[in-house]
């Protein structure tokens, strides 16, 4: 089963506007990490936030981690339509003695111009 | 997508043939992975390896074949017992440290259609 579930699955916004995107999840973890994909294409990483970090900033991008509500929040700022893809949260976790990485469904993010 | 290649983009294949996907890196990294996506869903693994000549199924192997014969390269073959082949498939690769995932690159993906 996923171990990552974002919220909200679409989301519709203006160009300059903030986008924020929520992940959860279910096991004790390692790291998380947030990747973009565009449509019809591979996925790229974005940030990797570890287990013992509250927050991690990168350009726009602005990530936190509450390890004891088991969830995470990718926050876009001032969005571009260039920034229009999927983002899916992906838990680095220890699943049946193997380290794994977990990929939730993705939320859809359409900026418009 | 940086340094890891995958052929053909597109695939179109009769029910009842296998076929070999191919994925090629040149970051030297030693883990290497597929994963299925289908539309709105997320990533599914299939089978992954982190040393030469060994590779582990993942989550939804049956129906596909890997091997691992070199470094750089990791075919996957799907087979004519998977039930449902139509879909995107994604090679990935990483860096590899026990005990820790480290972010995985990913290349541009074959669309498989199977009619």
């Known amino acids: 089963s996923q171990q990552g579930e974002e919220d909200p699955q679409a989301l519709s916004i203006q160009e300059g506007e903030n986008a924020t995107m929520n992940c959860s999840y279910k096991?004790?973890?390692?790291?998380l990490q947030w990747y973009r994909q565009n449509s019809g294409r591979g996925l790229v990483h974005l940030i990797l936030?570890?287990?013992?970090?509250r927050e991690k900033h990168s350009g726009r991008l602005r990530v936190t981690l509450d390890t004891s509500k088991k969830s995470s929040s990718l926050l876009i700022t001032a969005s571009r339509a260039a920034d229009t893809a999927s983002y899916f949260c992906a838990t680095d976790a220890m699943v049946e003695n193997t380290d794994k990485l977990i990929f939730g469904t993705g939320t859809r993010l359409q900026v418009f111009p | 997508d940086g340094g890891i290649t995958q052929s053909p983009k597109y695939l179109f294949r009769k029910e009842g043939q296998n076929v070999t996907l191919s994925c090629e890196q040149n970051l030297n990294h030693d883990a290497m992975y597929w994963y299925r996506q289908d539309p709105g869903q997320g990533l599914r693994l299939i089978y992954y390896s982190q040393i030469v000549n060994d590779f582990q199924k993942g989550d939804i192997a049956e129906g596909y074949s890997v091997s691992r014969e070199k470094k750089e390269s990791f075919p996957l073959t799907v087979t004519s017992a998977q039930k449902n082949p139509t879909a995107f498939y994604l090679c990935?690769?990483?860096?590899?440290?026990?005990?820790?995932?480290?972010?995985?690159?990913f290349g541009p993906g074959t669309r498989l259609t199977v009619t």
């Open positions: 990935a690769s990483s860096t590899l440290r026990t005990g820790v995932s480290y972010e995985q690159y």
């Open positions: 096991t004790s973890i390692n790291n």
């Open positions: 936030i570890r287990s013992n970090e």
